[in-house]
């Protein structure tokens, strides 16, 4: 609890408008994503979602295959 109190001790005291002032330069230097690199962006999101659904369904498949001819020649059910 006494190094957290010291701690603040330490901070920089800026006033109300010197601190909108900063969020407003550090906002500024922001590079926004253009509209076709977000549909880009969007739809990679969606092929690979796509992509990986498949795949892990297929592996899921399989072992579910496997696991059910294992318990199937455990019970003599070959």
């Not at 900063?22 to 922001?30: D, G, L, M, T, Y």
């Not at 579910?64 to 059910?77: E, H, K, P």
């Amino acid at each position: 609890m006494c190094l957290f109190l010291n701690g603040l001790n330490n901070v920089a005291k800026t006033s109300p408008g010197d601190f909108v002032r900063q969020v407003r330069a550090e906002a500024s230097k922001i590079v926004w994503p253009t509209n076709r690199e977000t549909m880009v962006t969007a739809v990679m999101v969606v092929i690979m979602t796509t992509l990986l659904g498949v795949f892990f369904f297929g592996i899921d498949t399989l072992f579910g295959w496997i696991v059910r001819m294992l318990l199937g020649a455990a019970s003599g059910q070959a």
